[in-house]
């Protein structure tokens, strides 16, 4: 069974920094893209930042400048670098991926991790 799990999540002061991290696990044949997500409650969810197994990466616009993903095949991790925190990126953050699971199955599949919470204070 397929699981992604995140970390890093936390109460921190704006201005101030935290990685992200979600690491897959499971019977794994492939992965494909992996990205991150955030939401707020009342609001839907919306994308942060992808990036593909070739390491081709796609920023939404409000995370472009304070976001970084980057990505471990071997260890079938990705991560998420924010940097000068602001209270408005105060979200559950998601992590996604395109997984071909064994038993095998004819496309990539998408997974979600549980989130991790990330709370900035003024």
């Known amino acids: 069974q397929v699981q992604l799990v995140e970390s890093g999540g936390g109460s921190v002061q704006a201005g101030g920094s935290l990685r992200l991290s979600c690491v897959a696990s499971g019977m794994i044949f492939g992965i494909n893209a992996m990205g991150w997500y955030r939401q707020t409650p009342g609001n839907l969810r919306e994308l942060v930042a992808v990036?593909?197994?070739?390491?081709?990466?796609n920023y939404a616009d409000s995370a472009k400048g304070r976001f970084s993903i980057s990505r471990d095949n071997a260890k079938n991790t990705v991560y998420l670098q924010i940097n000068s925190l602001k209270p408005e990126d105060t979200a559950t953050y998601y992590c996604?991926?395109?997984?071909?699971?064994?038993?095998?199955?004819?496309?990539?599949?998408?997974?979600w991790g549980k989130g991790t919470l990330v709370t900035v204070s003024s």
């Open positions: 990036i593909t197994q070739n390491g081709e990466i």
């Open positions: 996604n991926a395109q997984i071909r699971p064994f038993p095998l199955t004819p496309r990539f599949m998408d997974y």
